[in-house]
């Protein structure tokens, strides 16, 4: 079935730091990426997606690229603020896993003033 | 749109108990999704349903476990004889299936098992 590893936790970075958090997949046929963020005592929030390779998906200051050929879709922002602070996870959806998502582990960011 | 809502949003409960937890999707989706999450876990995939039909399953669904979506609103959750290891904040999702569709899932606040 399909699989997604992310980068351990948890990140610590001060206000204004460059953030990368990595995620890597295996997955058959054609899987969508996703970012979900879950800010302390809420539930998960879309953050963005990417449909096809090479798409570029981005929302508040936030960036990721849908490589097919490293089968990767790394979150980047490059600037991170206190208000970040929260856990991120790289989600999968198709490939063989059909519609259901599934889930990397999840990385705890704190961003320090 | 007043998002996807779960309730109750805690429950306590003792070992070999039946527990029952609802969840009502944004109101023009027609696929409803179950997730499991435990501690520093992501979520883990246990079934949806697309409009009334229960579609997919996981393996991790036991046969403790039965989800229902009988008009295809709302959906419930249930699970027979409690035990520890239930203990996990359960997910609701939604979506909306079909021609030009975005498919992208919308979660709910979750429910908080803990099994004593």
């Known amino acids: 079935g399909d699989s997604v590893t992310q980068m351990e936790g948890p990140v610590t970075l001060s206000e204004e730091a460059f953030l990368t958090i990595n995620c890597t997949y295996t997955?058959?046929?054609?899987?969508?990426p996703f970012w979900y963020v879950q800010y302390p005592g809420e539930g998960l929030q879309l953050l963005l997606k990417?449909?096809?390779?090479?798409d570029k998906g981005s929302n508040k200051g936030f960036e990721a690229t849908y490589r097919k050929e490293t089968t990767s879709f790394h979150l980047e922002k490059g600037s991170v603020q206190v208000s970040d602070s929260a856990v991120y996870f790289c989600?999968?959806?198709?490939?063989?896993?059909?519609?259901?998502?599934?889930f990397g582990e999840g990385t705890q960011l704190t961003v320090n003033p | 749109d007043t998002g996807v809502s779960q309730n109750p949003r805690h429950k306590i409960t003792k070992r070999g108990q039946n527990v029952t937890f609802r969840c009502d999707p944004i109101?023009?989706?027609?696929?409803l999704y179950w997730y499991r999450q435990t501690l520093g876990q992501g979520p883990e995939f246990l079934t949806y349903?697309?409009?009334?039909?229960?579609?997919?399953k996981s393996r991790l669904l036991s046969d403790r476990f039965s989800a229902e979506r009988p008009k295809g609103s709302f959906s419930t959750l249930e699970i027979q004889r409690t035990e520890q290891g239930d203990s996990a904040m359960y997910l609701c999702?939604?979506?909306?299936?079909?021609?030009?569709?975005?498919?992208?899932?919308?979660f709910g606040p979750g429910t908080r098992l803990t099994v004593t």
């Open positions: 999702a939604s979506s909306l299936a079909g021609r030009g569709s975005s498919y992208e899932q919308y």
């Open positions: 990417a449909t096809k390779a090479d």
């Open positions: 997955a058959t046929g054609y899987p969508s």
């Open positions: 989600a999968l959806r198709g490939g063989t896993s059909g519609s259901r998502l599934t």
């Open positions: 349903f697309q409009n009334e039909a229960q579609l997919e």
């Open positions: 109101s023009e989706h027609n696929r």
